[in-house]
């Protein structure tokens, strides 16, 4: 008895200060499990590229990682959630004025993880744009990039859509975890930066192949896994649309994955481990705005049909004169694009208490979601490229052919991720000279 009464002077403490332990300690987990999806991130890309460039590759996801966290609490953050314009956020919460350790506004969760949570996103979107300028970028000129990028571009669009008075928000589109924000705005972005920095010097003349499949499998595995506190965390709790959140990220992602790996036995005999990563991403991306609003039935339908144009845009892409190297574009932002329209279509108040889509009685939603799904690619494209274009008039974005062609893990950052990789440093060590005796001297092998 005397514990059920300690267990219940527990509760009306949490009740008294506004704070729900409960759903403080799953976003906590939640935060954790989103910040790991950078550095899988950069597993899953070094994979991708050769090997003289996998050190560098990783190493930009880390960095972004660093300098994203850093803008984020000094700036990024107020620009994002503050209450300004429809457009961007004031400057009351810089430097996190005014933030405390008590509960975020509307939320049962203290500001403080509200805030780290928040900034897990902004991190991952900034490294995604890194796939699109691999092997060919120089790394401070992408560490200047990401600061840059986060207040310019994604803090608006996150204002556009997750603050009270975004002008998307108050247009009600729906967007549970991020297709505008993160998805749409990494992938034209990611079109953006490929046309400013250009194309590989060995794009279109020779096959540029992945190194390491199992690098990109497990890193695509390990986003699968932390995208389950992507999308479930942004209940913020861990009742209301969690659970649903939570289910929707395991079966769109397995219904990409079944549906590509049918298209590439149906095109090649074979079912590609580099497909599978990418279908994994591609299912994940596409649910990623909708988690929280569609059935599960829905889910496994969106995951379908998302692979059916990110697919047929990674098929198409190399033959063009687009290096968009890992094909963010097709990944994210054409599988983000996908997802919203689809909360315009099969968005049920049934499941989400939110609102309903066309195909429920409602289709003025579809025309909402279309809105933000053709104002944010116009947005992303233009601002990334402009900021780059600024930025190579500063100084050079893009490291010199000789580097290029040695390998962006020793032009970079003086190291390899393989003793004898593509852009090994051909140097031996000297060898002793050999007296008169020796030099006649047979080896014995």
């Not at 799904?373 to 490291?399: E, H, N, Q």
């Amino acid at each position: 008895m005397q514990d059920l009464i300690s267990f219940s002077g527990l509760l009306a403490a949490v009740t008294k200060d506004g704070i729900d332990s409960g759903a403080t300690a799953w976003m906590l987990v939640a935060t954790a499990m989103v910040l790991m999806m950078t550095p899988a991130l950069g597993l899953f890309y070094a994979g991708l590229v050769r090997a003289k460039n996998a050190l560098n590759t990783f190493m930009m996801s880390l960095g972004a990682m660093a300098v994203a966290s850093i803008t984020w609490v000094v700036i990024g953050y107020s620009l994002a959630f503050d209450k300004g314009n429809g457009f961007i956020g004031d400057l009351h919460n810089v430097f996190l004025r005014n933030v405390t350790n008590g509960p975020r506004a509307g939320l049962h969760i203290p500001e403080l993880v509200f805030v780290s949570f928040q900034a897990s996103f902004c991190i991952i979107t900034a490294a995604l744009i890194s796939g699109a300028v691999v092997e060919r970028m120089r790394f401070g000129a992408f560490l200047a990039f990401v600061p840059l990028w986060a207040c310019l571009v994604y803090a608006p669009m996150a204002h556009w859509v997750w603050s009270s008075d975004g002008w998307l928000a108050n247009r009600h589109v729906m967007d549970f975890a991020g297709g505008v924000p993160v998805e749409m705005a990494s992938g034209f972005s990611a079109l953006a930066a490929a046309v400013v920095v250009g194309a590989r010097k060995d794009f279109g003349r020779q096959a540029v192949l992945p190194h390491n499949g199992v690098y990109a499998l497990l890193g695509a595995s390990l986003l699968w896994f932390g995208w389950f506190g992507f999308n479930a965390g942004s209940a913020f709790t861990t009742g209301g649309q969690a659970p649903l959140a939570f289910i929707n990220t395991l079966l769109a992602p397995a219904a990409t994955l079944s549906v590509w790996m049918l298209i590439d036995y149906l095109r090649g005999r074979k079912a590609t481990a580099i497909g599978a990563a990418t279908a994994i991403v591609v299912g994940a991306v596409g649910i990623t705005p909708a988690a929280g609003f569609v059935s599960p039935m829905s889910a496994i339908l969106l995951g379908a049909l998302a692979a059916l144009p990110a697919y047929a845009l990674i098929v198409w892409r190399p033959r063009t004169r687009l290096d968009e190297t890992l094909d963010v574009l097709a990944a994210h932002g054409l599988a983000g694009f996908t997802g919203i329209l689809f909360i315009g279509l099969f968005a049920q108040a049934s499941w989400n208490l939110t609102g309903n889509g066309l195909l429920f009685g409602n289709p003025i939603q579809l025309g909402r979601q279309a809105l933000a799904a053709g104002a944010a690619p116009v947005y992303a494209f233009a601002g990334t490229f402009v900021l780059l274009k600024l930025m190579s008039l500063v100084g050079r974005i893009r490291v010199h052919e000789a580097d290029e062609g040695q390998g962006l893990d020793v032009s970079q950052h003086g190291e390899e991720a393989y003793t004898h990789g593509e852009g090994a440093i051909l140097f031996r060590p000297l060898e002793p000279e050999l007296t008169k005796a020796e030099e006649r001297t047979p080896s014995v092998v």
